[in-house]
């Protein structure tokens, strides 16, 4: 078992449809990453957060610590959202452990 | 304006040769590490080092070498003994060995021929 699983690994919906990614860890962390891959292959990190919730215009980030779970949302989805959403946690000092990333498609 | 460059985008090789992946910062990090990433899994850590002149393993640096001389430059060499060379590498740095926020590069997709 991943240390790092994040649920649907594909994800297809309609423009304007409210999006949400899981990411679930088994392992003591000190921060959670949500980070996005466009098909280019460059990686863009959205959000860094240690507890409760983060918000950065359509998207919005939470965590549950004691549940060892987050969420990535995405509101009024748009086809410029397709891209593979990654979750990823720090464990102490260095080390960065990803999911396996989840392939999201807004058709228009 | 600030970020991490990685060339060249795309890379072929013949087996059995050496070959050189660049990574430059311009972010004033110390940290920066080096990911490979292959088709249906997560990026899995090669290299990573936290200051100049000092590197660790990841999990699976067998077949590569790294050097940190520089603390803007932290390039990747995939030699002849890695097995399954062909996989698209990322690298990547962040403010402090720490941890933090972590930037990427765009990556560099290397074909074995």
């Known amino acids: 078992k991943n240390e790092v699983e994040q649920s649907p690994q594909n994800l297809t919906a309609q423009e304007g449809e409210f999006i949400t990614i899981n990411c679930s860890y088994s392992?003591?962390?000190?921060?959670l990453h949500w980070l996005q891959q466009h098909p280019g292959g460059g990686i863009v990190s959205l959000f860094m957060l240690s507890s409760g919730k983060k918000k950065h215009g359509r998207l919005i980030a939470t965590i549950n610590i004691q549940e060892k779970h987050s969420s990535l949302h995405i509101t009024a989805s748009h086809p410029r959202d397709s891209a593979v959403y990654i979750c990823a946690v720090s464990q102490g000092a260095q080390k960065l452990v990803f999911g396996q990333g989840t392939r999201l498609t807004i058709n228009p | 304006d600030g970020g991490i460059t990685q060339s060249p985008k795309y890379l072929f090789r013949k087996e059995g040769q050496n070959v050189t992946l660049s990574c430059e910062q311009n972010?004033?990090?110390?940290?920066m590490y080096w990911y490979r990433q292959d088709p249906g899994q997560g990026l899995r850590l090669i290299y990573y080092?936290?200051?100049?002149?000092?590197?660790q393993k990841g999990d699976i640096a067998e077949g590569y070498s790294v050097s940190r001389e520089k603390k803007e430059s932290f390039p990747l060499t995939v030699t002849s003994a890695q097995k399954n060379p062909t996989a698209f590498y990322l690298c990547?740095?962040?403010?402090?060995?720490?941890?933090?926020?972590?930037?990427f590069g765009q990556g560099t997709r290397l074909t074995v021929v």
């Open positions: 972010l004033n990090h110390d940290a």
């Open positions: 080092s936290q200051i100049v002149n000092d590197f």
């Open positions: 990547a740095s962040s403010r402090a060995p720490q941890g933090g926020e972590a930037f």
């Open positions: 392992v003591g962390i000190s921060a």
